[in-house]
């Protein structure tokens, strides 16, 4: 099945993109890696002060630090759950994304030059260089890592520009 003309690769790799922007802008949404960024500066300061304090050898500064290692540690486990919060609507958007794309391309095989597929002669074996197939999902899945990885670096580089004052 081919619309506008395209390719069936290239629709795929398209809805793969457009997977990966919901997914980005979810993420964002919910905070989750806002939350986490800050939990992650909170824990390092800490670590920074009790390693000052174990150098300069205070023990009232230790103490105190001791009183708050139990609140460190509760945000070290909640960052570790945070991302599990976006699942709740990426896991129905994959579902959703996967079964349409395997159901409009059902006869769709596109061989590529790498095999990244989960079994002990291939990923897992070190053994990528060769080539493999992809059906619609597979291919859908490999198109949503790389789209992924560019859309994320794309986002940070913008979103980290300030306007000039």
Known sequence: ???????????????AAVFSVLTAYISRKTGVKQKTEAIQKSIKDFQKEMTDAAKENNQKKIDE??????MVMKQ????????????????????????????????FLQPLPIALHLNGQELLGLNVFHESHYGPRGFFILSSIVSGM??????NRFSKKKPAQ
């Open 1 to 15: 099945m081919s619309f506008f003309g395209l390719p069936d690769w290239t629709i795929i790799f398209a809805s």
């Open 76 to 107: 070290m486990s909640d960052m570790m759950l945070l991302p599990f919060k976006n699942f709740i609507f990426i896991i129905p958007l994959f579902i959703l994304f996967t079964e349409v794309i395997h159901s409009q391309f059902p006869t």
């Open 65 to 70: 630090l001791k009183i708050r290692e139990p």
């Open 150 to 155: 560019v859309i994320e670096q794309i986002w």
